[in-house]
């Protein structure tokens, strides 16, 4: 059987205001092109569909249309991310399998959804895990029939124990995959993951999942990515580049050729649509001199300039569609800690110190404060 792999979709998310709407519109359809090109018999999606727990009526409209677009192609078989609304999700749960499209968005015990036995999808065992907070693993580790003297362990041991619960009676005449929403240890994070500095709160061993695994599809971070392990464990990543954190980054989802008994064999494919993020640093002649070839992309300039007044408008006369200035934060560092004796100094040389110590070089500023403290003192 041949999975298509996608995740992390995370429809409405804007770039400094702007929307990216369109282009999520443009690279989910691409997507579903490609699912009919290559005879998909499963989509399975990763989680973070939605960016924010709200979204709104177009990003509904976007991922639940999308869905039903896959589901034309081929069963769909999605969880819920950190970023999904669960109960928003369970609400239209019931309309979702009307088109063939199977949204996991809680953990469950098998016999309640946990394990999945798709009738258009035969011999194949899909194991569900929607994200699990630290709190929510709790309630779901005692879900499974844990006993209260189990819950002290860490996140990765109930994790385990939820797994070896949905695993139970696999068999290697069917294809086992499993679909989840977590950050595994070894994943590399793209830059893009908006609580990274809290995944490995979270994380968890790549051996929590048998061996006798065929596939297992993950989403959370954004950079695609297989993760050492015994059964294949990949992240698909992000279908567009989310934030600068990911400029650079290929795109792409995943073709997933299996059959039972065996590890799967996955090939990336490249995905075309949206708007490229580019960084750029330097003084502003080495901006200048990368600035062309620039009018397809979202531009973030890190500028290593002293601050004046004027310079951000400066750079967008250089990149009309920058989105995003910021000073070289090394030339603060420098700085920090040299605060300097303002004792028996003038008001002006007062000022010249302020402005060094803050990175501020402009002659105009200087001008206007003696203009300003002339007026002061014949006042």
Known sequence: MRILHTADWHVGRSIRGRSRAQEHRQVLQEITDFAAEVKADLVVVAGDLFDVSSPTAESEEIVYSTLLGLAEVAPVVAVAG???????????????????????????????????HHPD?????????????????????????????????????????????????????????????????????????????????????????????????????????????????????????????????????????VEPGLPATVTPHQLKAGTPLVQLTGTLPQIEAQADDLEEAYVRVIVDEPNRAGLAGEIRALIPNVVDIV???SRRQERDG??????????????????????????????????LLDEAHEA
Request: cysteine-free.
């Open 82 to 116: 950190n970023h999904d609304n669960p109960r928003r999700l369970e609400a239209v749960t019931p309309l979702l399998r009307l088109g063939r499209v199977v949204m996991a968005s809680e953990v469950r015990r098998a016999q309640d959804g946990g394990v999945l």
């Open 121 to 257: 999808v035969p011999d194949t065992r899909i194991v569900l895990l929607p994200f699990l907070s630290q709190r929510a693993i709790v309630r779901a580790d005692e879900l499974m029939g844990s006993t209260s003297d189990q819950h002290g362990g860490i996140y990765t041991e109930r994790f385990a124990r939820i797994v070896e619960s949905l695993s139970a009676d696999t068999s290697t005449d069917e294809v086992n995959i499993a679909v989840s929403h977590l950050m595994v240890h070894g994943g590399e994070t793209g830059g893009g993951e908006r609580e990274a500095h809290t995944l490995f709160d979270y994380s968890v061993n790549a051996g929590v999942f048998p061996s006798h695994f065929s596939y297992v599809a993950l989403g959370h971070l954004h950079r695609p990515q297989q993760v050492a392990s015994a059964p294949p464990v990949w992240y698909s990543g992000s279908p567009l580049q989310l934030d600068f954190g990911e400029a650079g980054i290929e795109k792409q989802v995943l073709v997933v050729d």
């Open 327 to 329: 000073l070289d934060p």
């Open 338 to 371: 040299k605060r300097v004796d303002r004792t028996g100094m003038s008001h002006a040389e007062r000022f010249g110190a302020y402005l060094t110590e803050n990175d501020i070089e402009d002659p105009r500023l200087v001008e206007l404060f003696d203009e």
